[in-house]
């Protein structure tokens, strides 16, 4: 399910490239010294790249900065998270959940143009690398100009590393600013518990659907030196693996915590790593944190630091043969061990969180000593709605802030309305026009808001009848508004005519309509709210609820239940 919804989520994205523009800034009159920092996250799931962000925020947070990170997931629970964080409905572009802030990180290159879109504070792209980078020549077109309009959207860029940097400029065209990862001293540490197996192992680490891993190969090399060397295999990985690849290895470790990943590092005859692109490759260099010698490919990444002979073996990468070889070389070789070692260790106190950190601190507030350039002005437009009726302070100053730059010449809130007996439900009412419409275009703000007239929905058909409990009449409406409008305002309307059925006590044809209405719509959390309206909670019905923490609010319908997982 999740993939889908991303998919259909960067479906959206490209289809309104057409949409985007450059961000502008320009000076404040005054520097900002502490600042509020938004990560904006396309993932959460155990990766590196992921955990660099999470240091990140936490480091940010202890020097007083206030730091929120915004992704469509639940907050994870495999990394110590110390910042606020927003989940984001997967219904809703991600950005329309920023909050009001001094300063947006966009962390992967399809949501630039959303973070941009919000207007409100400088973004800057933190490119941490991945395919449009080390393997842009078999991308196709489509997605080359795709991403090549991300890239110059932005004023600024950062990466971590200066082989990252340098691809950047070669295919994008823009200069990046170099911050590179580190080590997290106080757990990657040669000190501390070690992990004790029945022989020595080799430690790898990486997803078996990642492929530029390069896990297979490492698996490879491992089985053409196991028995002689009387060798095993373990491996740290964020998901469960197959039963093929379970059979290639002695142990695997699903989602271990960073003390586990360390104590493994420190027991391992020595950390192999096979991957055939990385901007910046952090196992290796936690694992010379660890004192455990490092047998790298010749990637890019783990090239921005680590050198043959000196605190790595390097082989070719795609090449199990070479690999097997370094691997051989490293066991029977002590000196040239305790060499690697030694440089290792001295390699990793080169990168040090409290330095580097530092660095990216100050970078964040020169980059919030900038404001966004106006497109517009607040005199363009007819704003209808009232800042005390917002239901976050900030709102309102949010919604001021998109409609200086947007295209739109219509934007849309979500209205709150309280119905007895019925989950709080949300709907898109207009909040400003254009004074002089241009194409009618019509966006939306997720700043939700109290209705002026709370009877607003009197006026509607076939709410009318159903408030006034006449619920054979509302039924007949609702059937009727059923068969008119697109296919999202038609499921709103079917969406009514099973919690009128419900309150006729006709269940069994209210489940009916649900089941044809679910299959129509998969990924609508309103329809799994009606399940269980319908159904109940138990042991037996608990689809309906994990199907619910996913999905969150189904705000791309014209109206949802508001805020539909905190009443689960």
Excluded at 249 to 276: M, W
Aim: hydrophobic residues 40%; aromatic residues 12%.
């Amino acid at each position: 399910m999740i993939q889908k919804l991303r998919s259909l989520e960067f479906q959206h994205r490209l289809a309104r490239v057409s949409h985007a523009f450059e961000q502008n800034v320009t000076k404040r009159d005054e520097k900002k010294e502490m600042l509020h920092i938004v990560y904006v996250m396309t993932h959460t799931g155990v990766s590196g790249g992921a955990k660099i962000i999470f240091e990140h925020a936490n480091r940010l947070t202890r020097l007083g900065a206030k730091v929120t990170i915004v992704a469509h997931y639940e907050k994870p629970a495999w990394f110590p998270i110390e910042a606020d964080y927003i989940q984001v409905p997967f219904d809703l572009e991600l950005a329309k959940g920023i909050p009001d802030c001094d300063l947006i990180v966009a962390t992967y290159w399809d949501h630039i143009q959303p973070c941009i879109e919000t207007g409100i504070a400088p973004v800057v792209y933190f490119e941490q690398g991945d395919f449009h980078l080390f393997d842009y020549d078999n991308m196709n077109q489509t997605l080359k100009n795709f991403i090549q309009k991300q890239f110059q959207l932005p004023s600024f860029i950062y990466t971590v590393s200066q082989q990252a940097a340098d691809l950047i400029e070669a295919i994008y065209g823009r200069e990046a600013k170099v911050y590179p990862n580190a080590v997290d001293e106080h757990i990657f540490t040669r000190e501390g518990h070690r992990e004790e197996g029945e022989h020595p192992y080799l430690l790898m680490v990486g997803g078996e659907r990642t492929a530029f891993k390069g896990i297979s190969y490492i698996m490879d090399a491992y089985e053409k030196l196991k028995d002689k060397f009387a060798l095993d295999l373990y491996w740290i990985t964020p998901e469960t693996p197959s039963e093929k690849m379970k059979q290639r290895v002695t142990k695997y470790f699903v989602s271990p915590t960073q003390e586990k990943i360390a104590s493994l590092y420190r027991g391992a005859a020595l950390y192999v790593s096979g991957s055939t692109y990385e901007s910046f490759s952090l196992p290796p260099l936690e694992a010379m944190a660890c004192g455990c010698p490092v047998v790298t490919t010749d990637n890019k990444g783990a090239l921005e630091y680590a050198v043959h002979q000196k605190n790595a073996l390097i082989c070719r990468m795609k090449d199990s043969e070479d690999m097997a070889e370094k691997i051989k070389e490293l066991l029977t070789n002590q000196e040239l061990k305790e060499k690697l070692i030694h440089n290792g260790l001295e390699t990793a106190k080169q990168y040090n969180w409290n330095k580097i950190i530092g660095n990216i601190f100050h970078y964040y507030q020169e980059i919030a000593s900038f404001k966004v350039q106006p497109r517009n002005k607040l005199s363009d437009w007819n704003i209808m709605i009232h800042q005390e009726n917002c239901f976050n302070h900030d709102d309102y100053k949010r919604l001021e802030k998109f409609l200086l730059v947007t295209n739109a010449d219509i934007v849309k809130v979500p209205v709150i309305y309280q119905i007895d007996k019925i989950p709080t439900i949300a709907r898109w009412e207009v909040a400003a026009v254009r004074k002089e419409v241009e194409d009618g275009l019509v966006e939306t703000c997720f700043c939700p808001v109290r209705p002026d007239n709370k009877f607003q929905l009197y006026n509607l058909k076939g709410y009318q009848s159903f408030l006034l409990k006449l619920f054979e009449q509302a039924l007949e409406e609702f059937l009727a508004l059923q068969k008119n409008g697109d296919e999202k305002e038609q499921a709103v309307a079917e969406k009514w005519v099973i919690l009128t059925l419900m309150r006729l006590q006709r269940k069994e044809e209210a489940k009916r309509r649900l089941k044809e209405l679910m299959t129509k719509h998969p990924y609508n959390a309103d329809l799994y709210k009606l399940s269980l309206l319908l159904e109940g909670k138990d042991k037996d019905n608990l689809k309906p609820i994990y199907n619910l923490k996913i999905l969150g609010d189904a705000t791309s319908y014209p109206e949802f239940f508001f805020n539909i997982v905190s009443t689960v």
